[in-house]
């Protein structure tokens, strides 16, 4: 063979080499990339599931909850359900997933749109159903009332002339220290108070039958709340809130009443500022004063 021959040869075995490894490169390549590939979109669908699943679960605590629209969130539930059954058999392509994306997207805005119109609804109907059962109570107390009053003081029923009412004067209303010995002691330091007192002379009415009367003392706390009792007792079309009911046995002649109101809670202070105090006989306002506490 000649050396020029020769020199060709070996030329053409390393073009050959070059080329081999060059494809064998490329192979390498596209095998590294098809697998990265897809372990990106696994990775994703799982990521989807799991987003799936955990509208999944929402769903289920708003449907164990009963609400209204229960049926309208079984229904999503059905759907998010054969949306995973789905994604869990589909080919893993680009294209796939980018759909499964898309139909998870709008269901999730169905989703949201739903469960804010259930939440919604909950609260109108919890509104509804506290606003019954105070109903209930009221109407029950107030016929407690009304039962135990006519047995007590049938004279309050029926008042048959406007003038033959009674009235008080000498209206004072504060707070007092309650001693183990039974000692009254007045303060204004709202801390240190026990009780609320409130005194009050009936005064002569000749055209008023002697008998057991009574006037219910309404007090109100800085923030409007009525203390004490708290019930309701309705007169014609006027409901009163009270803290106590006053009963004593009119002589015909003045007669000087106190009242003590206790704290709702004997570890918690009355608070700080002004009070409101009326006394009520039926639904007519007698009279009317205030007092502070610091």
């Known amino acids: 063979m000649s050396e020029n021959a020769s020199r060709g040869l070996k030329v053409a075995l390393g073009i050959a080499v070059a080329l081999i490894i060059a494809v064998g490169a490329y192979a390498f390549t596209l095998h590294k990339d098809s697998k990265e590939m897809e372990m990106s979109l696994t990775e994703q669908r799982e990521q989807l599931i799991n987003d799936l699943n955990g509208s999944k679960q929402d769903l289920e605590v708003a449907i164990n909850e009963k609400g209204a629209l229960t049926g309208e969130l079984q229904a ?37 749109e ?37 047995m007590q003081n049938t004279a309050l029923a ?22 183990s010995s039974g000692k009254i002691i007045e303060t204004d330091n709202a801390s240190r108070v026990d009780k609320l007192k409130v005194c009050f002379t009936v005064t002569k009415n000749s055209l008023v039958a002697p008998g057991d009367k009574a006037f219910f003392v309404q007090i109100l706390d800085p923030k409007n709340n009525v203390l004490g ?12 809130y009270y803290s106590t009911i006053s009963t004593f046995n009119y002589e015909a002649k003045d007669l000087d009443v106190c009242e003590y109101i206790a704290k709702s809670n004997s570890k918690q202070d009355f608070a700080e500022g002004t009070y409101k105090v009326n006394v009520f006989d039926r639904n007519r306002i007698v009279s009317s004063t205030s007092f502070t506490l610091d």
Do not use: C, H, P, W
């Open 158 to 179: 029926n008042v048959v002339e406007s003038a033959a009412v009674l009235n008080t004067a000498k209206l004072k209303a504060e707070g007092v220290i309650v001693r």
């Open 76 to 112: 999503e539930k059905v759907k998010v359900e054969g949306l995973i059954a789905e994604l869990e058999k589909a080919e893993l392509t680009v294209k796939n997933l980018n759909g499964y994306v898309n139909k998870y997207n709008s269901l999730k805005r169905q989703m949201n």
């Open 114 to 150: 739903l469960m804010k119109e259930n939440d919604k609804l909950k609260v109108e109907n919890k509104y509804l159903a506290t606003s019954l059962d105070s109903t209930n109570m009221e109407l029950k107390n107030n016929k407690m009332f009304s039962d135990s009053l006519s």
């Open 229 to 240: 009792a708290n019930e309701a007792v309705i007169f014609e079309d006027q409901t009163v």
